[in-house]
């Protein structure tokens, strides 16, 4: 696409979506007009909408704002599309989503800013969009979805369980990627989650599950996943990981279950023989919500080129945590605890020019801490972290 085409597109999207409540109407809207339209389709969606309607817009400024960066817009089309298998979809289905994004858009631009020009702008960037999604199906040779049966679960503190599964054949994922997961109880709700564990040949992963107040699955999962419960997981998705070659030192910064993707590559690593220095800031907002930190301790006892900083935002736990009184697991391999919110604190130490970063958490977590580091001194280009929708 030329460099026309693309301002063409964005400023058609950033004028439809950045009015006051804008990108809900226009998913909204999409929803209907796709509905309406093709009502086959809609048995590939959840019977709740809300958080479908939420990744869509984020999904779509995502790829828009990488259109002249194919290096990057590319492979994470080709990623969706062959985690877009486990729905069952068909080139068709492609046209029909196409068709009605285009729909809503006009529908909302109106006639001063929608033209031809526009809608063939649009046209072109569909179809690059869908032809790299169609193309990566067509060629993957993996299971459009794993079937998994879980092995254990454990409860952590009320509102986070740790759960690990059995996959019904191995999967080949890198260190920091994640998948999206399905459970009986909430069919055709697919929720994000990232392997705690490096790929293995059991075909066994761990997921630290956190249930978010309001949510439909993540709730379920950490209160009634029960032993022999047959999940769904679809193909691998994510960017993170350390390169084996990697000469840069690391930062990496998590909160809460953020921790799960880097403790798998920090695992991955300690097979290797050559790693950079790491640097793994890890925090939350209690002490209790430290859950991992006597894993870390292993994997920092164990391997000199890692320093584990825990951080919390308050020094007490909260009234709920009930402290059993038993024996403290070791953490003398770790740092002191830091008190204070994880991205100043991170910030405090200076620039970090020399490190390459990456962070995992909530989206306002992420970005929080992303301009925290970047005014201290951080490139913005040696910053990563997985989409925020």
Not at 45 to 57: G, I, K, N, T, W
Not at 162 to 186: F, H, N, T
Request: hydrophobic fraction near 40%; aromatic fraction near 8%.
């Amino acid at each position: 696409m030329d460099s026309r085409t693309i301002a063409l597109i964005r400023t058609t999207f950033k004028a439809v979506a950045a009015e006051d409540g804008g990108s809900e109407r226009l998913s909204r809207s999409f929803y209907s007009i796709l509905f309406t339209d093709y009502p086959g389709v809609r048995d590939y969606f959840p019977a709740a909408m809300d958080s479908q309607r939420d990744r869509l817009v984020g999904a779509i400024s995502y790829a828009l704002d990488r259109l002249e960066e194919p290096d990057k817009l590319l492979p994470f089309l080709a990623q969706l599309g062959r985690d877009h298998r486990k729905y069952g979809v068909q080139p068709s289905h492609y046209v029909a989503v196409a068709n009605s994004l285009k729909s809503a858009l006009q529908q909302f631009a109106g006639t001063e800013m929608w033209s031809d020009e526009v809608a063939m702008a649009w046209d072109e960037g569909l179809a690059t969009i869908s032809g790299a999604m169609i193309s990566a199906a067509e060629k993957e040779t993996t299971p459009a979805c794993w079937t998994a049966r879980v092995l254990e679960r454990r409860e952590i503190l009320r509102n986070l369980s740790i759960v690990r599964i059995k996959l019904d054949q191995p999967m080949e994922y890198a260190a920091g990627q994640y998948v999206s997961v399905q459970i009986p109880a909430r069919p055709r709700m697919w929720r994000y989650l990232s392997p705690a564990n490096p790929a293995n040949e059991h075909g066994e992963i761990e997921f630290h599950v956190r249930s978010v107040m309001g949510g439909w699955v993540s709730p379920a999962m950490v209160a009634h996943t029960q032993v022999g419960d047959q999940w769904l997981v679809g193909s691998p998705l994510g960017g993170l990981g350390v390169p084996r070659n990697a000469k840069r030192k690391m930062l990496m910064i998590a909160c809460g279950t953020g921790i799960a993707p880097l403790r798998a590559q920090l695992m991955s690593m300690a097979q290797r023989r050559v790693n950079p220095k790491v640097h793994l800031f890890v925090g939350g907002h209690h002490p209790c919500d430290l859950y991992d930190l006597a894993v870390l301790n292993q994997l920092a006892e164990a391997n000199k080129w890692l320093t584990v900083t825990p951080v919390s935002e308050h020094d007490d736990n909260p009234w709920w945590y009930f402290d059993d009184g038993g024996p403290k697991p070791d953490l003398s391999s770790l740092e002191p605890r830091m008190t204070g919110q994880i991205g100043k604190v991170v910030a405090s130490y200076g620039s970090w020019a020399d490190r390459d970063v990456q962070i995992v958490g909530s989206p306002s977590m992420v970005q929080t801490t992303k301009f925290r580091l970047m005014a201290a001194g951080t490139q913005a280009k040696s910053i990563r972290h997985d989409p925020l929708f």
